[in-house]
């Protein structure tokens, strides 16, 4: 049971739960067909109170068929890399590292790319990412194995930088086979990353995924704090190390390759994201966990929305977290070193 000291702070989860609301608010009434919030407000009034439809059947469909699919996939991709991201950090004791450094983000690639080459239809695609990303994942983990040493976490590092390189290898040769006209356009949108495509359907098949990876974590939240010791130290604490770092490792690779395989590769999210929330909640997981959730799908959320309404064409997903994502990143560099 939570004590009060461990208990996550109302006030900045309170506000991360605000900033996720009004963004959702704003993803669902700002596009190419604008709602006012009143509209907004009479339209989901309608439907959640049983009323059935409005009285305007356009910007019904437009709300509950286009945008709220799209709005959905969003937070679910952001609050996956942002809570996968602070568990990679805490796991391997640094604040630089991403979710996708096992490799998961280049497998997935690489099973998008070869679903594109083959012309499988677009369910197939996100099924391949996702095998893909757990695939490269579990290369990693069994390389890792049969080294061994010391080192554990140095050891599964320097596999999935190996690893990822050499799926990174894959991907170039994929796009080098790939129709000029079709398929390679179709490769390179998929690997900047975009929710144009999302419905109900890829919804309905990554949401269990997420939400696995997600509870695994919660119901690791304590233990996961003691893995920033060194192993001795946290096995003379009372925790199997290996099997804790495994399971870690799992829910946070499954929760990444599902938010990949649905979305595209998003940079920074899952790197800026946790800094962000352990200033604002400190470092202890239990509360960094919640806080890198709210304001992992708050950023995505927003950023979709500015990547389908900034410009006449929609913009990649990556650029715009990159182009957010990568200032404030050194900014926070920058403020630690002044520290």
């Known amino acids: 049971m939570a ?10 989860l309170l506000l991360a739960g ?5 963004a959702l608010m704003g993803a669902l009434a700002l596009g190419k067909f604008p709602v006012s919030p009143v509209e907004l407000a009479a339209t989901l009034g309608a439907r959640l109170l049983g009323d059935g439809t409005s009285a305007d059947a356009t910007r019904d469909a437009v709300i509950w068929h286009i945008r709220l699919p799209r709005v959905l996939a969003a937070a679910l991709v ?20 991403s979710p996708d450094i096992l490799g998961v983000s280049a497998g997935c690639g690489l099973g998008a790319a070869l679903a594109i080459l083959l012309a499988l239809p677009l369910a197939a695609v996100s099924a391949l990412a996702f095998a893909g990303g757990l695939l490269a994942v579990g290369v990693v983990l069994l390389a890792a194995r049969r080294t061994g040493g010391h080192e554990a976490v140095l050891v599964l590092v320097l596999c999935g930088v190996a690893v990822g390189a050499l799926l990174g290898a894959g991907i170039a040769l994929v796009k080098l086979l790939a129709d000029p006209s079709v398929q390679l356009p179709a490769i390179t ?12 359907p890829d919804l309905r098949l990554a949401a269990p995924a ?4 997600a509870t695994l974590l919660l119901a690791l939240r304590w233990r996961i704090n003691l893995l920033s010791l060194p192993d001795e130290e946290a096995a003379a604490l009372g925790v199997q190390v290996g ?12 929760m990444t390759a599902a938010a990949v395989a649905m979305a595209g590769i998003v940079g920074w ?6 800094h962000v929330a352990r200033l604002l909640a400190g470092p202890e997981f239990s509360r960094l966990l919640p806080m890198a959730l709210l304001l992992g799908a708050a950023f995505v959320v927003v950023a979709d929305t500015l990547a389908r309404t900034l410009a006449p064409i929609e913009l990649p997903l990556s650029v715009l977290s990159s182009a957010v994502g990568a200032p404030f990143f ?7 070193s002044a520290r």
């Not at 461990?6 to 006030?11: F, R, T, V």
């Not at 099997?243 to 499954?254: E, M």
């Not at 999210?269 to 946790?274: A, D, K, Q, S, T």
């Open 243 to 254: 099997p804790l770092r495994l399971a870690v490792i799992a829910a946070a690779t499954l």
């Open 78 to 97: 952001g609050a996956a890399l942002g809570a996968a991201g602070a568990a990679y950090q805490g796991l391997f004791r640094n604040p630089l590292v």
């Open 210 to 213: 997420l939400g696995l990876g």
């Open 18 to 22: 605000a900033l996720l609301l009004l």
């Open 3 to 12: 004590t009060p000291e461990h208990a996550a702070p109302a006030a900045p």
């Open 189 to 200: 949108f998929w690997l900047l990353g975009g929710l144009g495509a999302v419905g109900l």
């Open 269 to 274: 999210v899952g790197l800026v994201v946790p």
């Open 330 to 336: 050194l900014w926070l560099l920058g403020r630690r």
